[in-house]
C-alpha cells in the first residue's frame, strides 16, 4: 500500500513539473562546433560553462557527417553546403537555424596588379578546394565577368599557403584564418580581392538578386526543435548576442577562441574576426540568401547541395 501511494505521489509530481524540466538538466543540449571560422562564434558561449548545454569541436567537417547522419546531436555547425548535403541524406530531419558566417575566402597577390576581377585575365591563380565551394564560387566569378584565368589546384589550403610564403605563388585564394597567418609572415602580399564581395556582384549582374556567398550555417536536429521549442529559441539569443560580441569586441573575444582551440592563437583571432565575416542571419532572409546560392551550387555540381535544392522545409523559422 505504501509502495503504490509512493508512486502516486511521484506521478503526481512529475505532471505538475513543465514539460521538459527534468530532461533539460538530464540532457544537456549538445552542440557541436568546428574548429576556424564557423565555430569563432561558440567561443563566448563555451567560456560560459553553462551546465545546460555540452560544446564539442571537430577538426573537419568530415568529422560531423556521422554524428548528425546518425542524430547524435542536437544543434551543429557546418558548412552551408554540406547541411544541404545532410538534409537529403537524414530525410529532412535536420532543418537550417542561421548563417553565421559568410564568405571567408580572398585572392591575395605578392605586387598591385589585380584591383578587378577583370584583372585576374590570363594570370594563374593557386588554391585549394577543388569540387567544393571554393572551385564552384571563384568559376561563377570569373564566368559572370568574362575573365579565363588558369587555375592551379593544390591538396589542401596549408600547401597553398606555403607555396605562397616560399615565393613560388604569387596570386593565391586563400580562406581565414590563413590570409592573416600568411600576410603577418609575408607583409609582401596584399588583399586583392574579397570573394563574397565579388560573387554578390557577380549575383546581382547574373541576375540571381540577393544570393550570399554564405559559407557557415547552424542546423538543428529536426525531433529537437520540435520537442524543445522554447530551449531552442533561448540558445538562438544567446547565440545572436555571441555573434554581437564577437564582432564588437574582437580583442576580448579572441582570447575565448584561442582558449576554445577554435583558432591557434589569439594575436591571429584578433587580427581574423573583422575579415570572417561573421553573422547571424534566420528566418526568410536567411531563405532569401540561401536558396539563390544553392541554384548556383547545383548548377556547378549538384552534388555539392545533395542531388536537389533543399526545399522551404529545409528552413526552420522561429516562432
Known amino acids: 500500500m505504501r509502495k503504490i501511494a509512493l508512486l502516486c505521489v511521484l506521478a503526481l509530481l512529475a505532471a505538475l513539473l513543465p514539460a521538459?524540466?527534468?530532461?533539460?538538466?538530464?540532457?544537456?543540449?549538445?552542440?557541436?562546433?568546428?574548429?576556424?571560422p564557423t565555430g569563432m562564434s561558440l567561443a563566448p558561449l563555451m567560456r560560459e560553462n553553462d551546465p545546460a548545454y555540452s560544446y564539442q569541436l571537430a577538426a573537419a567537417p568530415e568529422e560531423?557527417?556521422?554524428?548528425?547522419?546518425s542524430g547524435n546531436y542536437d544543434i551543429a555547425a557546418l558548412p552551408t553546403n554540406l547541411a544541404a548535403v545532410l538534409y537529403r541524406k537524414t530525410?529532412?530531419?535536420?532543418?537550417?537555424?542561421?548563417?553565421?558566417?559568410?564568405?571567408?575566402?580572398?585572392?591575395?597577390?605578392?605586387g598591385d596588379s589585380i584591383r578587378t576581377v577583370r584583372d585576374l585575365a590570363g594570370k594563374t591563380i593557386t588554391l585549394s578546394g577543388?569540387?567544393?565551394?571554393?572551385?564552384?564560387?571563384?568559376?561563377?566569378?570569373?564566368?559572370?565577368?568574362?575573365?579565363?584565368?588558369?587555375?592551379?589546384?593544390?591538396s589542401e589550403h596549408n600547401e597553398v599557403?606555403?607555396?605562397?610564403?616560399?615565393?613560388?605563388?604569387?596570386?593565391?585564394?586563400?580562406?581565414?584564418?590563413?590570409?592573416?597567418?600568411?600576410l603577418m609572415k609575408d607583409d609582401s602580399f596584399r588583399i586583392a580581392l574579397d570573394i563574397t564581395e565579388e560573387f554578390a556582384r557577380a549575383a546581382q549582374a547574373d541576375g540571381r538578386g540577393q544570393a550570399v556567398l554564405s559559407m557557415g550555417c547552424l542546423?538543428?536536429?529536426?525531433?529537437?526543435?520540435?520537442?524543445?521549442?522554447?530551449?531552442?529559441?533561448?540558445?538562438?539569443?544567446?547565440?545572436?548576442d555571441a555573434v554581437a560580441y564577437v564582432n564588437a569586441?574582437?580583442?576580448?573575444?579572441a582570447e575565448d577562441i584561442a582558449a576554445a582551440g577554435i583558432l591557434p592563437s589569439a594575436k591571429i583571432a584578433e587580427k581574423a574576426i573583422p575579415l570572417c565575416n561573421i553573422v547571424y542571419v534566420d528566418g526568410e532572409e536567411m531563405k532569401a540568401q540561401l536558396a539563390p546560392l544553392f541554384d548556383i551550387l547545383y548548377a556547378a555540381n549538384p552534388a555539392s547541395v545533395g542531388g536537389q535544392v533543399p526545399d522551404d522545409s529545409f528552413y526552420y523559422m522561429p516562432q
Open 219 to 240: 542546423v538543428v536536429r529536426k525531433e529537437f526543435a520540435q520537442e524543445r521549442p522554447q530551449e531552442l529559441s533561448d540558445f538562438m539569443k544567446r547565440y545572436a
Open 161 to 182: 599557403s606555403t607555396l605562397a610564403a616560399s615565393g613560388m605563388a604569387d596570386i593565391v585564394m586563400l580562406p581565414q584564418p590563413m590570409v592573416t597567418a600568411l
Open 64 to 69: 560531423l557527417v556521422g554524428v548528425v547522419a
Open 130 to 154: 577543388q569540387n567544393a565551394t571554393p572551385e564552384y564560387a571563384l568559376n561563377y566569378i570569373l564566368a559572370v565577368n568574362g575573365v579565363e584565368a588558369t587555375i592551379d589546384y593544390k
Open 91 to 110: 530525410e529532412g530531419r535536420l532543418q537550417m537555424l542561421a548563417t553565421n558566417t559568410l564568405g571567408v575566402l580572398y585572392i591575395l597577390e605578392k
Open 20 to 36: 521538459g524540466a527534468a530532461s533539460a538538466e538530464a540532457a544537456p543540449i549538445r552542440v557541436y562546433g568546428l574548429i576556424g
Open 249 to 253: 569586441e574582437p580583442a576580448k573575444a
